[in-house]
């Protein structure tokens, strides 16, 4: 009892503090929650198979659960780290506890019991307050978006109970477990030591326990993954989804080995600060140096929102970087004719004088399963005869020949040929679009199948096996002036077909902007909490170097660089992210070594970082205020 009215007292007394651990346990539930019952309400109801509904629902269960996954790899950061401080703050407590005789064991006991309660408490007011009407926006969004289908609704009113009390008992989990490590350093510091430093951050400090940890990380779980997305013989897609996997694992990596990393990262942002300003810029560094704990705490949000930016959006600028080179590269027609809107390509083109034209007609080919695959998805297909194709489009045939292609064979990209171990020669068994099942013979292995459709099958072939049929496009060589126009079709030279290629699919791009901003917001939001949090133990210290002379916009300097030091240093930890999770993808893919990034909104999120972490520590600080104000804030 009396150990609870120590923190009846702590809430009291610094509510400031208290109330900037609840704020990201309240935050966490409520987007949590939100996700939890938007997956719910997709994943409740059956939609008839191959409908559009179908599609849209399983587009929305991987949505939700990527977010999932990263909201509450983000929640064990952030919480963690802003508990972590907290906990850090209240270390003059512990330092009396502990000289009056209280044990390790029961300190320790007691910390865990206030993260418990704090965490239950603002998990339950955030899920009451912003699950629901979350939800609610998330699923009209989504809907407007075409990634949700409008006939699924959120659970019942006693599944959304439910829900929410295990969103409830989730944060309070991820909370103990995010701040175990202070729990366990609060007993483990002598009283002296407490006593002579009352700001000492156990909970940052360099134990062996850490280390071993990170270690640990990255040899069970960054290094296997990076070897399998840069040395596996894996489809070029499913490389490409392993990036983010792979991000997701590196940044909480570095947010264990931050002890370790930030003090390397902290001495070039101290260097410029004291080149641009040697009076404040050398006590600002002074105090980044000094404080490695809340240096680290300011920068692990910057880092999730900008590691998460950077990679997840920078794998698909490399994705389409690598279909926009194969595309360019391989594309030997003098015009492109594609069909507008609503309309559909004949699979017999007009003929036209001084040239020729080359129908593609679209069809899908089903391979057969394999290890990592045992139900594969219907695949897009050209059929089209192997000596016309290879007069418009070049696909870098690397093994047979593609002229062999005729009735009774088929071409594969090197992706399916690697994941199957398929042989030139080799008879395999493939699903044609109509569903039946035809033996064919494998006459050439080609390697831009990424820009490219990974089978290619006769003509005679597709058009007698896929119902409907139509051309994907119809390329053209020769006199290409003299090509007829006609209604629904859209003619384009090859330089004006290139400048308009889009190589990525505008809905996927919306879902990778949509998780980044959600993730980002959050990461954001618990930057600027934490900034705040950070700013209220420096009272002190700022009211002495005003009472020795430094003036308001001196002060001022001084908090900016401090922030803008802490937002350095969470970039560069997002630049080691985005350097492996992107560098091998671009290797691999053959774009070079050098990654493509979405710089707008990669700059933006930067940009908001910036501000997140400037703004708050600056209204926090005050630094505009006198000095009596400043001495008179140091005891409240």
């Known amino acids: 009892m009396r150990m609870r009215r120590l923190f009846a007292s702590e809430l009291r007394t610094y509510p400031g503090r208290v109330a900037g651990a609840a704020l990201a346990c309240a935050i966490t539930a409520a987007g949590v929650g939100a996700c939890a019952l938007m997956f719910t309400g997709v994943s409740l109801p059956s939609f008839p198979e191959h409908s559009v509904a179908a599609d849209q629902a399983g587009d929305a269960r991987d949505l939700l659960s990527l977010l999932l996954s990263m909201l509450l790899m983000c929640a064990v950061v952030v919480i963690g780290s802003t508990i972590s401080l907290w906990t850090g703050q209240r270390l003059g407590q512990f330092a009396v506890l502990r000289a009056l005789g209280v044990t390790a064991g029961r300190l320790r006991a007691m910390v865990a019991l206030d993260v418990v309660s704090l965490a239950l408490v ?104 990076l070897f399998v997305m840069a040395f596996m013989n894996l489809p070029m897609t499913v490389r490409g989804a392993m990036a983010p996997g792979l991000a997701l694992v590196v940044i909480p990596t570095l947010a264990v080995l931050a002890p370790w990393i930030v003090p390397v990262l902290v001495r070039p942002a101290c260097w410029t600060m004291c080149l641009l300003d040697r009076r404040v810029g050398r006590i600002a560094a002074a105090g980044l140096r000094s404080t490695p ?85 219907a695949t897009r297909a050209w059929g089209v005869d192997g000596a016309p194709l290879a007069e418009v489009v070049d696909l870098k045939v690397r093994e047979g020949r593609l002229s062999a292609l005729r009735d009774g064979t088929f071409a594969a990209g090197a992706m399916q040929a690697e994941g199957h171990h398929w042989r030139i020669g080799q008879k395999v068994r493939l699903t044609l679009a109509d569903g039946a099942r035809r033996t064919l013979t494998l006459a050439a292995v080609y390697e831009r199948d990424l820009a490219f459709p990974e089978f290619v099958i006769p003509r005679a072939t597709a058009l007698g096996h896929t119902p409907s049929p139509y051309a994907d496009q119809t390329l053209l060589t020769g006199q290409t002036r003299s090509w007829p126009p006609q209604r629904g079709q859209k003619f384009a030279s090859r330089t004006e ?20 901003a959600v993730v980002a917001g959050y990461a954001l939001l618990a930057a600027a909490n934490t900034c705040s949090l950070a700013q209220r133990d420096r009272r002190a210290q700022r009211a002495h170097l005003r009472a020795l002379g430094l003036s308001r916009f001196q002060m001022l300097r001084c908090v900016l660089y401090e922030a803008f030091g802490a937002t350095a240093v969470g970039v560069g930890l997002a630049a080691i992210t985005a350097v492996a999770c992107l560098v091998p993808l671009s290797i691999v893919l053959g774009a070079g070594a050098v990654p493509g990034f979405d710089v707008p909104w990669t700059v933006g999120v930067l940009a908001a970082a910036a501000l997140a972490v400037a703004v708050p520590s600056v209204m926090t600080a005050h630094p505009l205020s006198g000095v009596q104000e400043q001495f008179a804030r140091r005891t409240t």
């Not at 490399?318 to 194969?326: H, Y």
């Not at 400048?499 to 990525?504: G, I, L, S, T």
């Not at 996927?508 to 902007?513: E, H, N, P, V």
């Open 122 to 225: 603002s998990a339950a007011v955030g899920a009451a307050v912003g699950m629901v009407p979350l939800a609610r926006a998330g699923r009209r969004l989504l809907v407007k978006r075409q990634l949700f289908p409008e006939a699924a609704t959120l659970p019942a009113s006693d599944q959304t109970w439910w829900i929410a009390i295990a969103v409830c008992l989730t944060t309070a989990g991820v909370g103990v477990l995010a701040a175990w490590a202070s729990v366990l350093a609060a007993g483990r510091v002598s009283p002296g030591r407490l006593l002579k430093d009352a700001e000492l951050s156990v909970a940052s400090s360099r134990s062996r326990a850490r280390g071993a940890t990170g270690l640990f990380m990255i040899g069970v779980l960054c290094a296997p993954l």
């Open 293 to 377: 704990a809340r240096t680290t705490a300011m920068a692990v949000p910057v880092l999730l929102a900008v590691g998460i930016a950077a990679s997840l959006l920078g794998t698909g600028a490399t994705m389409g970087r690598a279909i926009d080179r194969q595309t360019s590269e391989g594309l030997r027609a003098d015009a492109v004719v594609t069909a507008e809107p609503g309309t559909r390509l004949p699979v017999t083109p007009r003929t036209f004088p001084g040239g020729r034209a080359t129908a593609l007609v679209a069809t899908e080919v089903t391979a057969p399963p394999t290890s990592y695959d045992d139900q594969p998805a």
């Open 497 to 516: 077909y290139l400048a308009d290629f889009n190589p990525r699919n505008p809905a996927d791009d919306l879902a990778s902007r949509l998780i980044v």
